[in-house]
């Protein structure tokens, strides 16, 4: 059974940090690619930050760059998106995505449940 499970939102300040986990089961972590994706109310979801199988490469939105940092480890079967200097407009609903897409055109994708961030004074 595929479950990821995220962790670690919350209330924060402005300005203030927070560091989300996800734990992954059931499925070979180490060959995914491992993602965050957040929705704000009334808007689309969008990709926050990705980080390769092997974690090299990490991606990030322009709007957090400089701010959050992803990383991963695989022996954990875990990934972590370290978030620094937030602002209100991070507040949202932070999903965890694992991605694996075959040669074969096979494409498995996961989500987990989301974990609420709010920054707010």
């Known amino acids: 059974q595929v479950q990821l499970v995220e962790s670690g939102g919350g209330l924060v300040q402005p300005g203030g940090s927070l560091r989300l986990s996800c734990a992954a089961s059931g499925f070979t972590f180490s060959m995914y690619t491992m993602s965050w994706y957040r929705q704000a109310p009334g808007k689309e979801r969008e990709l926050v930050a990705a980080?390769?199988?092997?974690?090299?490469?990490?991606n990030y939105a322009d709007s957090v760059k400089g701010r959050f940092t992803i990383s991963r480890d695989n022996a954990k079967k875990t990934v972590y998106l370290q978030m620094n200097s937030l602002k209100p407009e991070d507040t949202a609903v932070y999903f965890c995505?694992?991605?694996?897409?075959?040669?074969?055109?096979?494409?498995?994708?996961?989500w987990g449940q989301g974990t609420q961030v709010t920054v707010s004074s």
């Open positions: 980080i390769t199988s092997a974690g090299g490469s990490p």
């Open positions: 995505n694992a991605d694996l897409r075959l040669n074969s055109g096979t494409i498995y994708d996961y």
